[in-house]
């Protein structure tokens, strides 16, 4: 594993590959690795991209991967694929729909199963990410699974998030429904040469003047309602001002400008204070979902299987309430809440 990591440090392909299927299928190894690489990751610019399926996710992290290779900047993908039921593997594979960027050394490629993640994030994405950044990739583009309304965990791991719309889906209200525009920093109506386009661009942007109108400025992740003077509402310095961009990807059409705004977008951040803030909940929502993973897996080791289930059955026959339940697990594995 050591020289593994080592190999990982300065980059090598293989080494990164090998690492990842060993983090991905063991926990004992994803600890390790990370424990190891921690103090070399931070740097990369994490760029979630998420929205409905038919939008051309696919098309435009091909197309947003290009143009950030002209700067020299290597850019590590994760695809998060449906799972198999059968298997647990990704349906779909990162070759399939970027067969045209495996040539390109500067750019590493990987498919995750989502596993039945309900938010489109596969369990270990979040190790792969700091795999890949430890490993010298500046940018990260993380595309989740296209089931469109349960994609928000994304803002919890990305610095941008790109919610991604395509003209005649039908799906504005739904979108909003779900929340998933609270979590966008950059909106991008895809497939901008089909007819209804401009109606796209236009509601998407009478939703967002909605939800400054009613104070909602915190949009990655949480929606805080907060009072608004005229004055905060025109001080563009402190928030930033959620944009509209539409695109074509299969023949590039607008995806430098794309690119553009999304490194103004990681400036803004950097300049305001709001990097470190939004790494700080990302590493709070981490270590709170690692506890739970861990006293979980304390309680399984703890109390026998037969002991959990007797319980599971006395709530199901009403016999006990579920609080009551948990306090005889704690009771059993000697925590005091």
């Known amino acids: 594993m050591n020289a593994l990591i080592e190999q990982v440090r300065i980059g090598r392909r293989r080494a990164i590959a090998q690492l990842i299927t060993q983090i991905e299928n063991n926990d004992t190894a994803a600890r390790s690795a990370i424990k190891a690489l921690y103090s070399d990751t931070g740097k990369a610019h994490i760029i979630g991209i998420t929205g409905p399926p038919g939008t051309g996710k696919s098309t ?3 197309g947003i991967a290009k143009v950030i290779r002209k700067s020299d900047l290597r850019v590590g993908i994760i695809a998060v694929d449906p799972s198999s039921p059968f ?6 594979g990162d070759r399939v729909r970027m067969r045209d960027l495996s040539g390109d050394v500067g750019i590493f490629i990987r498919s995750m199963a989502s ?5 489109g994030l596969a369990r270990m994405t979040g190790n ?3 795999l890949l950044d430890a ?4 940018v990260i583009l993380v595309e989740t ?27 504005e209200i739904q979108t909003i429904k779900a929340g998933i525009l609270e979590i966008a920093d950059l909106l991008v109506v895809n497939k901008a040469d089909r007819p209804g386009s401009d109606r796209t661009v236009k509601a998407l942007k009478a939703m967002l003047q909605m939800g400054q109108s009613r104070g909602y400025v915190d949009h990655h992740g949480k929606k805080i309602s907060v009072k608004m003077s005229e004055k905060d509402r025109s001080d563009s310095s402190e928030h930033w001002q959620v944009p509209v961009l539409d695109t074509v990807a299969t023949d590039g059409k607008g995806i430098e400008e794309l690119v553009e ?6 400036t803004h951040l950097q300049k305001s204070g709001q990097w470190f803030q939004r ?4 590493c709070r929502q981490e270590i709170g979902q690692l506890l739970q993973t861990r006293y979980l897996a304390e309680i399984r080791a703890r109390v026998p299987t037969t002991e959990r289930e007797k319980l599971i059955v006395a709530v199901a026959e009403r016999r006990i309430d579920p609080y009551s339940a948990v306090d005889e697990l704690f009771a059993q594995t000697n925590y005091r809440d």
Do not use: C, W
């Open 145 to 171: 699974v296209g089931a469109g309304q349960a994609e928000v965990d994304i803002a919890s791991t990305a610095h941008t998030t790109m919610v991604v719309e395509a003209p005649g889906m039908g799906d």
């Open 135 to 138: 490993a010298g990739y500046e």
């Open 60 to 62: 435009l992290v091909n």
């Open 279 to 282: 790494e700080k909940a990302r």
């Open 261 to 266: 705004v999304t490194f103004a977008h990681k």
């Open 115 to 119: 596993r039945g993640s309900l938010g």
């Open 128 to 130: 792969v990410v700091k």
């Open 87 to 92: 298997t647990g593997g990704a349906l779909l």
